[in-house]
């Protein structure tokens, strides 16, 4: 029975492994392949010259704050992969036996947005990972941040941070209030369900989210956080009183 027991063992883990090999060289030849097709400073400058680049140091400290607690707090310390948060996604995942949490860092989705495909996919996580590292080789950390927010998706054909704010506020990102910061930074997570013209009842319960998570990592006082929640029933409460 012992012996049985071996044999198991050690078949499973000679699939694991062999599986883990080949998905490793499968997801690093599609990470070369990407990288010869449009190098990576050659794709960075094509991001820069877009007519809606907006800098990293022209947006409010409250938006920054925002996305970096909600995406990914640990952004600064890390070297494009978060093993705490991608094993702790990959727990969740196989208890709920489907991609239902990602565990990726904001330098693999910046990857993601710009050499990838959408597409949940174990060989294109393992093809991010390796463009991330590649990324934050070449790039320091606040290029990383400012690429990322020009090149995310926030719904209604906005793909960088001054269009979405534009066309949400009708105003430049640098004039966003809190309200409006803690709002923004949390669409590009579900652009289709975030979005303020989508569901603002939604995007509203989304903020709440992301207001707590400013609260655990010290950015805003849980009285700031109440404040721009008070902001946000006030603003649900106008647009209902508009649709009646």
Do not use: W
Request: charged share 30%; hydrophobic share 35%; with cysteine.
């Amino acid at each position: 029975m012992k012996k049985i027991i071996k044999f198991v063992v050690l078949t499973i883990l000679s699939v694991v492994i062999i599986g883990t090999l080949v998905l490793g060289g499968i997801g690093y030849n599609s990470y070369k392949t990407a990288l010869k097709e449009t190098p990576l400073d050659q794709r960075v400058e094509e991001i820069r010259e877009d007519e809606n680049y907006y800098k990293l140091e022209d947006l409010p400290k409250t938006y920054i704050n925002a996305v970096l607690s909600v995406e990914d707090k640990r952004f600064y310390s890390h070297k494009g992969i978060d093993f705490i948060s991608l094993g702790r996604a990959i727990v969740n995942d196989i208890k709920a036996m489907s991609f239902v949490e990602g565990g990726s860092t904001i330098t693999q989705q910046l990857a993601k947005n710009i050499y990838f495909t959408q597409k949940k996919e174990m060989t294109r996580k393992v093809s991010e990972a390796f463009m991330a590292l590649e990324i934050e080789k070449h790039y320091e950390k606040d290029d990383i941040l400012e690429l990322y927010l020009n090149t995310s998706y926030f719904g209604d054909g906005c793909y960088t941070v001054k269009e979405a704010s534009e066309h949400y506020f009708e105003k430049e990102p640098k004039d966003m209030t809190d309200y409006e910061s803690t709002l923004l930074a949390g669409v590009p997570n579900a652009p289709s369900v975030y979005a303020p013209t989508k569901n603002l009842e939604l995007a509203h319960k989304r903020q709440k989210q992301v207001l707590n998570k400013m609260v655990e990592c010290g950015h805003l006082t849980e009285e700031e956080a109440d404040d721009i929640i008070n902001t946000a029933i006030q603003v649900q409460a106008s647009v209902e009183a508009e649709n009646d």
